[in-house]
């Protein structure tokens, strides 16, 4: 009765759940791993931004590759804004999602070297090879709070480090990129600027990110491990059912064989209580006598 699994339909049908079931256990690992790094990700911004604030120069030097640890940790510097090297990111939106830049401004420190501080977003120019209006940092010695963020690279960000962009125009915070523009030592990574805020509302500060919100990530890793589970209670159910079909066709099929026997049998007494009954009818209408023929 079962034999039908070794048909070509039903081998390839079992190969594919066999697949299935350890690619959707290991998708759902996946998404599994990616809640629980969304989860530390968020203790570790919310740590970070509780945190006292401290001297950027405690926490990063030139050349220094800033730790994930240090991630958002809140700093402080003290120096004189150099807008002469001063520099707009491309392709970067504001928290309403629109399309504009950020303003990278060298802030050089009281013993000459200097880090980059991300003032915030201004909108794109109308000609996108200008450098678009930006609002001038305040004047003198500025003591400015932060958060501490890494070199951006290609690898990291998924951005292009495109050739040729008009002047003073990236597309990457690169402090080893600036360092060379600039000739001068810039501190590794770059802050991420939080006060004082510009007067007139441009630079657009950026936001703090979101550490609350955990994403869909646990719930996927539950629905692939569900689907787990219905692959082989599928390839049951499919079975059973077609193990019941082939029993009726085949009991249909029995029973089609059956009925040409029966009818025969059935039918003869039948076929002889008609011949009794023709002959019967014969032999009278023999016996009645025939009108005498009129002259």
């Known amino acids: 009765m079962y034999r039908f699994l070794l048909t070509r ?17 290991e998708l759902g690992f996946w998404q599994f791993h990616r809640h629980e790094r969304r989860v530390e990700q968020n203790a570790l911004i919310a ?11 405690e926490l990063t030097s030139p050349g220094h590759r800033v730790p994930r640890s240090d991630y958002w940790r809140g700093a402080v510097a003290t120096g004189t804004f150099d807008t002469s090297g001063e520099v707009v990111v491309r392709r970067r939106t504001d928290a309403d999602e629109r399309v504009g830049y950020h303003v990278l401004t060298p802030l050089v420190l009281t013993d000459g070297r200097v880090v980059l501080v991300n003032r915030g977003w201004v909108p794109s120019a109308t000609d996108p090879t200008a450098f678009p209006e930006v609002p001038a940092p305040p004047r003198g010695t500025v003591t400015v709070s932060g958060r501490l963020k890494a070199d951006e690279t290609t690898k990291a960000s998924g951005i292009k480090d495109l050739a040729g962009l008009p002047p003073r125009q990236v597309m990457l915070i ?33 936001p703090s990110p979101d ?14 491990w ?17 193990v019941r079909d082939r029993r009726a066709a085949a009991a249909k099929k029995t ?23 023709t002959g019967a009818t ?6 009645e006598p025939k009108e005498p023929a009129t002259a």
């Open 282 to 287: 014969g032999a009278t209408e023999a016996e």
């Open 47 to 57: 740590r970070n931004l509780d945190a006292a604030p401290v001297p950027v120069t």
């Open 9 to 25: 339909q039903w081998v390839c049908l079992t190969l594919i759940g066999l697949v299935l079931i350890p690619a959707m256990i």
């Open 174 to 206: 690169n402090s080893e990129q600036q360092a060379k523009l600039l000739g001068k030592e810039v501190l590794g990574g770059y802050l991420e600027l939080t006060g004082p805020e510009p007067a007139g509302g441009l630079p657009k500060v950026i």
């Open 211 to 224: 550490h609350e919100s955990i994403g869909a990530h646990m719930a996927y890793a539950v629905q692939w």
């Open 255 to 277: 029973g089609e064989a059956g009925e040409p026997g029966e009818a025969g049998e059935a039918g003869a007494p039948g076929e002889a209580g008609t011949t009794e009954a």
């Open 226 to 242: 569900l689907f787990t589970f219905a692959v082989p209670v599928g390839w049951v159910i499919l079975v059973r059912r077609e």
